[in-house]
């Protein structure tokens, strides 16, 4: 099959890491794959350096002049199917394929758990001008039908799968001294772009806190727009020493194996966060919340504990039992690889994914 992934997001995220997973495997597959995304998009660099076969185009807001590239382009090269990600390059894709003779199947993966608007437009783009609409977690899809009378059958939940044979679990120690950490310290991390609601600033007033400990150590791994703020108020609570901003990292499996606890305290906005699967699958025991569809990311109780979106006491509670007690953190380790192992193979994904496209271009 043709098969191209269109996404107007300029940043980079777990979004668009899935969408580089799933042209790489299906590509691998024997499929001829295409991303198309604005020219200054880090997608655009970094599919390039993976061999994939990107178009730059102008998606990344709403124009005619979006519409009649992604025209020309479908009407020269005959796609079979167009994934489609963001709400922009939704709409471009929509319109562009009303003028289109033999348009291809369009499908459109919806990533956030964001309440989809109620209204005959919102509607149009789900429903009518797409083939079939894929969630990223169970409970998104749920929430379109209790929330937006979307039929079920036009809907299937595909959770995002991981590289198993990169995160699984390994010698915490050998990565620390690697990395420059101290084997002594138990480090509490965070994987995640640097967005209000992923937590961060709740985590932060949570770690300051638990009583002092020389070595007790928050890391924080990832970039994004509250990278400032974030590091004004580590320096405002005085905690420079203790809290270490690493910036985003390409071997980001190391930094989890150095971690001994991993939080995500998300409180809007998520499907099935990538980091939190891939942290269960390297062994470490969780502290999130249940927004979107995170439970699908672990076993409550088992492998993570459970707070409340917005609440520091309430995290600052979960920090203290897993920063006390060294046994429970094996424990739910041992789960967290166990469950990841069964649950969240990138095959998984890749099968699903294709039977998809092979339904909606038949």
């Not at 749920?142 to 039929?151: D, G, I, Q, S, W």
């Not at 992923?198 to 970039?223: C, E, M, Q, R, W």
């Not at 020493?241 to 989890?256: A, D």
Request: with cysteine; glycine share 6%.
């Amino acid at each position: 099959m043709k098969i191209v992934h269109t996404e107007a997001s300029s940043g980079f995220g777990g979004q668009e890491l899935r969408i580089l997973n799933e042209a790489d495997g299906l590509k691998n597959r024997g499929h001829e794959l295409t991303l198309i995304c604005p020219k200054e998009a880090e997608l655009y660099g970094i599919a390039k350096s993976r061999g994939l076969n990107v178009v730059a185009m102008p998606v990344d807001k709403k124009s005619w002049a979006g519409v009649i590239a992604l025209r020309n382009w479908i009407k020269q090269h005959q796609p079979d199917v167009i994934n489609t990600h963001s709400s922009v390059d939704s709409w471009l894709v929509a319109l562009a394929t009303q003028f289109t003779k033999n348009p291809p199947a369009v499908i459109r993966t919806r990533h956030l758990s964001v309440p989809v608007s109620n209204n005959m437009t919102s509607r149009w783009l789900y429903i009518k001008s797409c083939d079939h609409l894929v969630t990223t977690g169970e409970k998104l899809r749920k929430a379109l039908v209790e929330n937006n009378a979307y039929p079920l059958s036009h809907m299937t939940s595909v959770r995002t799968g991981i590289d198993l044979s990169r995160f699984k679990p390994g010698d915490k120690f050998k990565v620390r001294k690697e990395l420059g950490l101290s084997a002594e310290d138990v480090i509490v991390g965070i994987v995640a772009t640097l967005r209000s609601w992923k937590g961060h600033s709740y985590l932060i007033d949570a770690f300051a806190t638990v009583p002092y400990d020389a070595n007790l150590k928050l890391l924080i791994v990832g970039d994004g727009p509250q990278d400032q703020a974030l590091r004004q108020k580590v320096a405002g609570l005085g905690l420079d020493k203790r809290v270490s901003f690493v910036g985003r990292q390409n071997n980001v499996e190391n930094w989890m194996r150095a971690m001994d606890i991993f939080c995500l305290p998300s409180y809007a906005n998520e499907g099935v966060p990538q980091s939190l699967m891939q942290s269960q699958a390297c062994g470490l025991p969780a502290i999130t919340t249940l927004v979107g569809s995170i439970d699908e990311a672990i076993v409550p109780g088992q492998s993570a504990l459970i707070v409340q979106p917005k609440d520091v006491n309430s995290l600052a509670d979960a920090l203290k039992v897993l920063i006390g007690d060294e046994d429970k953190r094996i424990q739910m380790g041992l789960a967290a690889a166990e469950q990841a192992a069964a649950n969240f193979s990138e095959k998984i994904m890749l099968d699903k994914m294709e039977a998809i496209f092979t339904r909606a271009a038949q």
